[in-house]
């Protein structure tokens, strides 16, 4: 059984590019959170969807950002017109109907870098 | 809003010591908490679910133990192992909402 599995592991972009960011869930799974880390900081809440359903988005940027988790294929984090700032480890994180009793299992991050 | 602090930062061991991780929140009204561990580079790796209505869990090595009214958890690692060196973070997931608050994690590191 797979895990989440997360693509590219690593993505550069020049700034002004836009970065995509690809997340498959567990197996099973069909919530998928995003979350970003920043050094010496903790990991961020962004956004939980569902399939085919943004359920909170409180922790996204109003501006450049999106995500969408279609019914099929993987859950997609979208950046638009990346600046240094966005630099960061984005992790994405799964989990089971009735997730509130099953714990969260992640991915391996992208790393991204903004130059 | 819910904050996660865990102490200490960082925390250097001789192998085969027992240790103690502390994680404390804010809001006493949560769901459940987890620990994960984190590897140099990697994604977080989960050790331990705890229900709001239970008090410690148990996976080899590792017991975790919750005291919800005073906003408290603690991680304990028996007969530390230099393979045990990572980043220990724990997450709370409150009665509301859909999110996990992670605090910033202890670094452990097991000497040999």
């Known amino acids: 059984n797979a895990g989440v599995m997360q693509n590219p592991r690593h993505l550069v972009r020049r700034r002004g590019q836009e970065a995509r960011l690809r997340c498959s869930p567990m197996?099973?799974?069909?919530?998928v959170y995003w979350y970003r880390q920043l050094p010496e900081e903790g990991l961020k809440f962004m956004v939980y969807l569902q399939k085919e359903n943004i359920i909170d988005e409180s922790g996204m940027p109003k501006e450049r950002f999106s995500a969408e988790f279609p019914k099929e294929g993987p859950s997609i984090l979208r950046i638009q017109q990346v600046v240094r700032g966005d630099s960061a480890a984005y992790f994405c994180?799964?989990?089971?109907?009735?997730?509130?009793?099953?714990?969260?299992?992640f991915g391996n991050g992208t790393r991204l870098t903004v130059t | 809003k819910q904050e996660v602090t865990q102490i200490p930062a960082a925390l250097s061991v001789p192998e085969g010591e027992n240790l103690v991780l502390n994680c404390s929140f804010t809001d006493s009204a949560i769901y459940n908490l987890q620990w994960f561990r984190q590897d140099p580079g990697k994604g977080l790796t989960s050790l331990l679910l705890?229900?709001?209505?239970?008090r410690e869990q148990t996976s080899g090595r590792l017991n975790a133990s919750l005291d919800k009214s005073s906003g408290r958890s603690t991680l304990y690692i028996a007969a530390s192992q230099p393979g045990d060196s990572a980043t220990y973070l724990c997450?709370?997931?409150?009665?509301?909402?859909?999110?996990?608050?992670f605090g910033t994690g202890t670094s452990l590191t097991v000497i040999p």
């Open positions: 705890i229900q709001s209505s239970q």
């Open positions: 994180a799964s989990s089971p109907p009735g997730q509130g009793q099953s714990p969260l299992h």
């Open positions: 997450a709370v997931r409150p009665d509301t909402g859909n999110q996990f608050y």
């Open positions: 197996k099973g799974h069909s919530h």
